[in-house]
């Protein structure tokens, strides 16, 4: 059974930072994209951050510039430091591990960490 192990997330005051992490199996970590995801209560899930296997970084408008994703293969950990943040972010984020090819593998999702911006 293959495991996404989130942390980080909590209450924090509008303009200030959080870091979400999220550690993988070494099996799947190097090979797989990994993503952070966030859905706000009515609302569909979003994609916020991508960090390829291959590398490069890709990010949605509204977070560009004020949220970095990184990862360390070393600890087969994805990070997500989220700075400057807004009560609109407040959501629940989501890891997830994106295989090669889904036709071949399965993809994965962590439990999910409550982000609350508010004052």
């Known amino acids: 059974q293959v495991q996404l192990v989130e942390s980080g997330g909590g209450l924090v005051q509008p303009g200030g930072s959080l870091t979400l992490s999220c550690t993988a199996p070494a099996s799947i970590f190097s090979r797989f994209d990994m993503q952070w995801y966030r859905q706000a209560p009515g609302q569909q899930r979003e994609l916020v951050a991508s960090?390829?296997?291959?590398?490069?970084?890709n990010y949605e408008s509204s977070v560009k510039n004020r949220f970095t994703i990184s990862r360390d293969t070393a600890k087969n950990t994805v990070y997500l430091h989220m700075t400057r943040l807004q009560p609109e972010d407040t959501a629940v984020y989501y890891c997830h591990a994106d295989p090669p090819d889904l036709r071949y593998e399965s993809d994965y999702w962590g439990q999910g960490t409550q982000v609350t911006v508010s004052s």
């Open positions: 960090i390829p296997a291959g590398g490069g970084t």
